[in-house]
């Protein structure tokens, strides 16, 4: 039986930066993913990393400000957050797949891990 336990949210202003980790216990997963989701809002996609080669893959809104990253033994990732915007906040979510996604890696449906969730807010 696989956990997810995620860390590192928090509260920080306009152009600050926080680093979110996500440990996984169990089996190692094949992939793992950031999504988030505002209230009234659908969960999203954030970033994704392929544990065996290291590919990464980001939303077009975080792209270039957002880097997710694994440690060496492929169970732990984290999602380092440099400026941040108001729009960046929201519940933030790890999920991991043992032996996919077999689809869009942002489909939250390709998932079948979830962490409990860590918010961060985003406000002067």
């Known amino acids: 039986q696989g956990q997810l336990v995620e860390s590192g949210g928090g509260s920080v202003q306009p152009g600050g930066s926080l680093r979110l980790s996500c440990e996984a216990s169990?089996?190692?997963?094949?992939?793992m993913v950031w999504f988030r989701q505002a209230p009234g809002k659908e969960r999203e996609g954030v970033a994704a990393?392929?544990?065996?080669?290291?590919?990464?893959y980001y939303d077009v809104s975080v792209k270039d400000r957002f880097t997710i990253s694994q440690e060496n033994h492929k169970k732990t990732v984290y999602l380092q957050m440099n400026g941040l915007k108001p729009e960046d906040t929201a519940m933030y979510f790890c999920a991991a797949s043992r032996y996919g996604p077999f689809g869009i890696w942002s489909s939250a449906d390709m998932y079948e891990l979830w962490g409990q969730g860590t918010q961060v807010t985003v406000s002067s």
């Open positions: 169990g089996w190692t997963p094949n992939a």
């Open positions: 990393i392929f544990t065996a080669n290291a590919k990464t």
